[in-house]
């Protein structure tokens, strides 16, 4: 089955930076359009960056987030930089197959990792 995890969230400063990484498995990863979200306490999952699945393509909400992939490892990666505290979230790392733009849409994704939370300290 699909298996998708998410690493490298944690604790960090205002201002610091964090690279969270997803590995994915059970599916062909090169096949498959990968996005990130997060979802606040109290909030709506919020869209953060998109990218296709040779990874030509790439969409993001913010110039701080920068999405990536390698196909070799099955992984993609999230750098975020000047963090503050309103990025205090769980990150969530989604797949969908492959579509020809970056995706931005949550509804449009078909799998999803649980999670992992990323704390801006104060």
């Known amino acids: 089955q699909v298996q998708i995890i998410e690493s490298g969230g944690g604790l960090v400063e205002i201002g610091g930076s964090l690279r969270l990484s997803c590995v994915v498995s059970g599916l062909t990863f090169s096949n498959y359009n990968m996005g990130w979200f997060r979802r606040a306490p109290e909030k709506e999952r919020e869209f953060l960056a998109a990218i296709t699945g040779n990874g030509g393509g790439t969409y993001s909400s913010e110039g701080r987030f920068t999405i990536s992939r390698d196909n070799s490892k099955n992984t993609v990666y999230l750098q975020m930089d000047n963090l503050n505290p309103e990025d205090t979230a769980i990150y969530y790392c989604?797949?969908?197959?492959?579509?020809?733009?970056?995706?931005?849409?949550?509804?449009?994704?078909?799998?999803w990792g649980q999670g992992i939370q990323v704390t801006v300290s104060s």
């Open positions: 989604a797949a969908r197959e492959k579509f020809p733009q970056a995706v931005i849409t949550d509804g449009e994704y078909d799998y």
